[in-house]
């Protein structure tokens, strides 16, 4: 690309962030500073996110529907990093689910091994049979009796093992790393299959995982939910009482209150941008790497690159498994500024495919395009329904206000969400497939 | 020779796939009741030309005529029912239908009663009748190009175009394939074929073209072609 | 003896009716599935909404035949109302196709970006969907409730475990044998569907033949929203109706099709009925079947229960790994993948 063009480009990115940010200025004037805030901080999140589904499917082609089940898995890795242990938990059953887990593992191990090398037929199955079976009912013995003594400690507080109770933040690169891991095992079974195949796989997994943080309430309380969780930034009501802060807010002449919440908003929003800033540092290194040149080369040709002895497949569960990770550090920010785990809030329309609508429309293959999306599309998320009420009111604004088609529309203006983000997502894939700010 | 008569003609072709151009002021025509055999060293553009006749590529330049009427504009499917039928070198059967339901589907465009040409199709090919009802998979390489052939028929149309049938084929069952293309050919059929196996199709070539990086070297008849020192040199082999 | 039957009544009301019912809701949404791949070549991420949406134009019918006593008792009213569901869904059908996804084909879009697409398509439904209906619980049911209820069969036979057969139940399976038997009828004996076979095993040579592609096309999406409306109202009537179950219904569908090779109908059905049929089996508590079968001492303490109920439609997927795992192509596959 020429020195003009790529400036040009530069100089169109700086205004639709610009814009972006005059945006949130306009619904901090209008509506609250507070809500712009709470805005921001998702829109940073989001974009993390969308910089996830970026490294998979626009370096390499990847469709990973389950953002979901990573994102869940960065949330929970935050539970188990920063809340405290439960002493008495572990000390009625975390013994029992220990051992029931490690037979879980070593039969699976076992049956890998088994059906690797076993004599193939009959005694294959048979040996397989027995293992898995065994290794089952072994693991029940165990795990059962270990769940039920764990969940019985304190089932209103605690009834799950705890945590290790360390500082929040580095569950932010634990999730990652969680993820990773996850991300590996999903990969090594669907990566090389048909690309829808991957698709399907991820979308299912991420519900099966769902699934399990919904009901091992052991783990993490489950559809109890963890709240509470410690904070890396300082609570509202020790700002308000600190002496520095009543100065401070005294000097700018606001209310200790109001400051101290957008205080703390700020200071998330800071803790984000600069997760974001490094995330997305790294990955137009990656990009504009030997890597990514390959990873790019693949995507566009397959079969040519595979001729020229690249390992696809390999190449591929790379890039799945960081673009996962990077899902998982961003379900972990969730999580951390939510202050709470809630398993069942785990929506895959809420989740995965509005990320994806924002990989998309942000463009394809370019990093700073998906955060932009991440911005743009959560703005739209969050604000559509005000506009959609806004509309059905003007729409509406002929019939009497008790009417019941009124009332029904009026009802239904929450749904034009999905309305706006599916015609977004065809209108951009149809007239602008390479998105706002398109690849290089 | 008086371009005049072809029955069908594609002159002055120039085009490609989108990208360079493959062929240059190509011209390659066919009578009926005759064979015409195109021949060349490989990426000499023979499919192309072919193909470029059944309007499957970009054409910048020149025409097709088909019985004097310009066609040049007309749509692969729309010359398929103006009776041009292409047997394709690869993928040429439907390998999941049977062998009789790959002959209907040849002639799906047709409205009327299918019966005798499937008859007169089992009378050419009568191994095709026996398998009528196993899948096209299943069978031999040249059982599948009977297939092949076969399907191409059942519009019956007034060219035969064959890319390349002969490929992947053991000797004997080439020999047996052209045998009956050259009946085809008495039918009053016009037919046109690519060949790889340059010697035997000129052996029944009426008319033989050689074409090399995309322009047209030699026309003439073939046995003509097959006594051309040079040609046997370059192309045949001695 | 006796043990031994009211055993068998029990695993008769508890799995095999019930998953038959399923089973065979989720072959003719599979079956929609696997036409949509075989011809259109993606895998339709906005499945589960078409259905729900057929479902939702035949309760609107159905409420309206309901408000005017129109009736075909003992059948549910829903049946009357079906084929201007399906007329709906074919509509729409046939209008998302020519808007959106038509221009993909010609510029012959990766299967990849097709998906995607499927997915805007998807939350537009899902939006209308919910915008109409809304995004409750709706009861549309009628008409006679039991073919044959439990405590009427205890009478007749005297057993301690009665028969229990809902009309909703034998309907589902009626609907379906006569479904899946008219659908393999057009594939394998009609001249529209012999082509729509030939165009899914070779676009070009279907094409050389003077198959009209957009024809086959149409023709696919006809059957598949036919398909997807039979499957939402049978599924509506045999459970409730809520639009975001039916969007948690595409995840079994494209179990059960994967299962048993996209693009094959024939695995489409074994795919349904094997993913049905485990999810049931394996979250049934056996603890009463098997105090039936054993002498009374020996009955189990637990609820004997492979796994939790909770984990109903992980089973779909565990079975999905493992033949992603061990046979890509399905247990009836043949292409490649």
């Not at chain 1, 095992?185 to 399907?200: E, F, N």
């Not at chain 1, 990077?326 to 990320?355: C, E, H, K, N």
């Not at chain 1, 395009?369 to 604000?383: C, D, H, P, S, Y």
């Not at chain 3, 695995?267 to 009463?288: N, P, Q």
Request: proline fraction near 4%; aromatic fraction near 10%.
């Amino acid at each position: 690309m020429n020195p003009a063009a790529r400036k040009r480009e530069n100089i169109r990115t700086i205004c639709m962030f610009a814009a972006m940010f005059a945006a949130l200025t306009v619904v901090g004037v209008i509506q609250s500073w507070p809500l712009a805030l709470a805005i921001l901080n998702l829109c940073l999140i989001s974009a993390v996110m969308s910089l996830g589904v970026n490294i998979q499917w626009g370096y390499a082609g990847l469709v990973n529907f389950g953002i979901l089940g990573f994102a869940a898995l960065g949330g929970v890795t935050a539970v188990l990093v920063s809340v405290a242990p439960v002493p008495a938990a572990w000390k009625a059953g975390g013994a029992g689910v220990i051992i029931a887990l490690s037979v879980a593992l070593t039969t699976i191990l076992t049956a890998v091994f088994a059906a690797r090398r076993a004599p193939a037929g009959l005694p294959r199955r048979l040996i397989l049979a027995c293992v898995i079976l065994g290794g089952y009912f072994l693991a029940r013995a165990f795990f059962f009796p270990a769940v039920e003594a764990i969940e019985a400690v304190d089932p209103t507080k605690a009834g799950f093992l705890g945590g290790l109770g360390l500082p929040i933040l580095l569950s932010w690169i634990a999730g990652g790393l969680f993820a990773a891991v996850v991300a590996w095992v999903i990969g090594k079974i669907a990566l090389g299959l048909r690309a829808d195949y991957l698709a399907i796989a991820t979308l299912g997994i991420s519900e099966i995982i769902i699934a399990v943080l919904k009901n091992e309430d052991w783990l993490a309380r489950g559809v109890k939910n963890v709240s509470g969780l410690p904070r890396p930034v300082p609570y509202e009501v020790d700002l308000q009482q600190a002496l520095w802060f009543q100065d401070w807010a005294a000097r700018l002449g606001a209310s200790p209150v109001e400051l101290s919440s957008l205080f703390v908003k700020l200071c998330y929003a800071g803790l984000f941008a600069i997760v974001l800033f490094v995330l997305l540092w790294l990955s137009e290194r990656a990009l504009h790497s030997p890597w990514g040149r390959m990873m790019r080369a693949i995507r566009d040709n397959e079969l040519a690159a595979s001729a020229m002895g690249k390992d696809v497949t390999r190449r591929h569960l790379q890039v799945f498994v960081l673009g996962s990770a990077v899902v998982g550090v961003a379900g972990a920010m969730l999580t951390t500024l939510d202050g709470q785990f809630t398993p069942a809030s785990y929506q895959p329309l809420r989740f995965t495919f509005i990320i994806w609508v924002m990989a998309i429309v942000g463009g394809s293959g370019n990093n700073r395009g998906a955060v932009l999306g991440g911005f743009v599309i959560w703005f739209f998320w969050v604000e559509a329904e005000p506009i959609g009420l806004w509309v059905m009111d003007l729409l509406t604004s002929g019939l009497s206000q008790d009417s019941p088609l009124r009332r029904h529309l009026m009802e239904s203006a929450a749904h034009m969400r999905l309305m706006i983000m599916g015609v977004i997502l065809l209108l951009v894939l149809r007239f602008s497939p390479r998105g706002l700010i398109p690849e290089r | 020779m008086n371009d005049s008569e072809d029955y069908l003609i594609g002159e002055n072709m120039t085009g490609g796939y989108g990208g360079p151009d493959i062929i240059h002021e190509c011209t390659i025509g066919a009578r009926r009741g005759e064979i015409t055999v195109i021949v060349g060293p490989n990426g000499s553009g023979k499919s192309t030309a072919m193909r470029a006749i059944l309007g499957m590529l970009e054409m910048r330049e020149g025409s097709v005529r088909l019985n004097g009427e310009d066609i040049t504009g007309l749509k692969p499917q729309e010359r398929v029912a103006r009776g041009m039928s292409l047997v394709p070198q690869t993928g040429n059967v439907f390998t999941s239908m049977t062998v009789e339901e790959n002959l209907e589907m040849g002639a799906f465009i047709r409205e009327d009663d299918i019966a005798d040409t499937m008859g007169q199709v089992f009378d050419l090919f009568p191994v095709l009748k026996e398998k009528r009802r196993q899948l096209a998979g299943e069978l031999s390489g040249g059982q599948r190009q009977q297939v092949a052939v076969g399907r191409a028929l059942m519009t019956r149309p007034k060219v035969l175009m064959l890319d390349e049938p002969t490929a992947g084929v053991s000797p004997i069952v080439m020999t047996e394939l052209f045998e009956r293309i050259l009946y085809i050919a008495g039918d009053g059929i016009a037919v046109m074929m690519v060949e790889q196996n340059a010697r035997q199709a000129l052996a029944i070539a009426d008319r033989g073209y050689v074409l090399v990086q995309g322009r047209n070297r030699y026309t003439d008849t073939g046995p003509a072609l097959m006594m051309n020192t040079e040609i046997r040199r370059a192309f045949l082999g001695g | 003896m006796d043990g031994f039957l009211s055993a068998l009544i029990l695993l008769s009301n508890f799995v095999i009716v019930p998953s038959m019912a399923y089973g065979s809701q989720l072959a003719i949404g599979a079956l929609a599935v696997t036409l949509i791949y075989a011809i259109l070549r993606f895998s339709d991420f906005a499945q589960g909404d078409t259905m729900a949406f057929g479902a939702m134009a035949t309760i609107l019918l159905t409420w309206v035949l309901q408000y005017w006593d129109v009736s075909i008792s003992p059948l549910p009213t829903a049946l009357l109302a079906l084929p201007f569901g399906v007329l709906c869904t074919i509509v729409l059908c046939l209008l998302i196709d020519r808007w959106v996804y038509r221009f993909y084909r010609r510029v012959k879009a990766k299967p990849e970006v097709l998906m995607i697409v499927s997915v805007g398509v998807m939350f537009v439904y899902n939006s209308v969907v919910r915008f109409i209906i809304g995004p409750g619980d709706r009861w549309f049911v009628d008409g006679e409730r039991f073919i044959i209820t439990a405590p009427a069969f205890k009478r007749l036979s005297g057993l301690d475990e009665g028969v229990a057969f809902k009309t909703t139940q034998g309907l589902t399976i009626l609907t379906a044998v006569i479904v899946v038997a008219a659908l393999f009828w057009f594939l394998n004996r009609s001249r529209t569907g012999k082509s729509m076979r030939a165009y899914s095993d070779n676009e070009d040579l279907a094409l050389l033949s003077g198959i009209d592609p957009e024809r086959v096309v149409r023709t696919t999406w006809m059957i598949a929203a036919t398909l997807a409306t039979i499957a939402g109202v049978l599924y509506g009537l045999d459970k409730s109706f809520k639009p975001f179950t039916y969007f948690n219904l595409l995840l079994p569908i494209f179990a059960a099709a994967i299962v048993g090779g996209l693009g094959n109908p024939l695995g489409a059905i074994a795919g349904g009925f094997t993913i049905a049929f485990s999810e049931v089996a394996l979250t049934y508590a056996y603890r009463k079947f098997l105090a039936y079968l054993t002498p009374g001492e020996w009955a189990p303490q637990g609820l004997v229960q492979l796994l939790s109920t909770d984990y109903k439609f992980a089973v779909s997927f565990v079975i999905l790994v493992l033949v992603l795992l061990l046979r890509p192509t399905g247990i009836f596959g043949r292409r490649s993948p």
